[in-house]
């Protein structure tokens, strides 16, 4: 069965520095995702990506953060300059086009920010 | 604002006993999905019920949608061991597809 997949499963990183999540979406699916999760909260919407832009971001996603799909695979997320407060579960989704649509989502990516 | 929100619940129940959960919202929704999430894993996608439908099964799943009340439910029917998990509902709205989650459920089955 077709799967989101996300690397790395696990991220530890300095305070300040700039990480990149990897994300490869379902093969056939035109609508990418990118949600977080911080440990005992809600999962949060953060941007949502289609036809090469982002077509909705939350308040959450500031200037720290960009979206990229540097080929016809791959998904990322980067933070530029990581703060503790960015220590979550990244989760990448991907969908098909169209109003009532499944949104898949990986195994996420649990980011550590020290 | 736009969020699912469970009931805050902790369900603890016996193997073979049904377990129900519900999630309410605030605005109109275009569709519903229910997620289910192992510990500390990722979110498997469980079922999608469209604003125009009022019930959906899948397998030992049924999933309620009343919008004229803004709440859901979800049905586990003879639970399992490996259903022991966190449920969340997440609702879809016109215009996008972002969708805003809610608090969870955590359901434990005791074997």
């Known amino acids: 069965e077709p799967e989101v997949t996300q690397t790395p499963s696990h991220q530890v990183t300095q305070m300040g520095q700039e990480v990149i999540l990897r994300c490869v979406p379902i093969s056939n699916h035109l609508y990418f995702y990118w949600y977080r999760q911080i440990l005992g909260q809600k999962v949060e919407f953060l941007v949502s990506?289609?036809?090469?832009?982002?077509?909705?971001k939350s308040e959450i996603f500031d200037d720290q953060f960009s979206v990229e799909r540097p080929d016809g695979s791959n998904f990322t997320l980067k933070i530029r300059s990581t703060k503790l407060e960015d220590s979550a579960m990244y989760f990448c989704?991907?969908?098909?086009?169209?109003?009532?649509?499944?949104?898949?989502f990986g195994q996420g990516t649990r980011l550590t920010v020290v | 604002s736009q969020q699912g929100e469970e009931d805050p619940q902790a369900l603890s129940i016996q193997e073979g006993e049904n377990a129900t959960m519900n999630c309410s919202y605030k605005t109109s929704i275009n569709n519903l999905q229910w997620y289910r999430q192992n510990s500390g894993r990722g979110l498997v996608h469980l079922i999608l019920?469209?604003?125009?439908?009022r019930e959906k099964h899948s397998g030992r799943l049924r999933v309620t949608l009343d919008t004229s009340k803004k709440s859901s439910s979800l049905l586990i029917t003879a639970s399992r061991a490996a259903d022991t998990a966190s449920y969340f509902c997440?609702?879809?709205?016109?215009?996008?597809?972002?969708?805003?989650f809610g608090k969870g459920n955590q359901v434990v089955v005791i074997p």
């Open positions: 990506f289609y036809n090469n832009e982002i077509s909705e």
């Open positions: 989704a991907s969908s098909e086009v169209g109003s009532y649509t499944e949104a898949f």
């Open positions: 019920i469209r604003s125009n439908e």
């Open positions: 997440a609702t879809g709205y016109y215009g996008n597809n972002r969708l805003a």
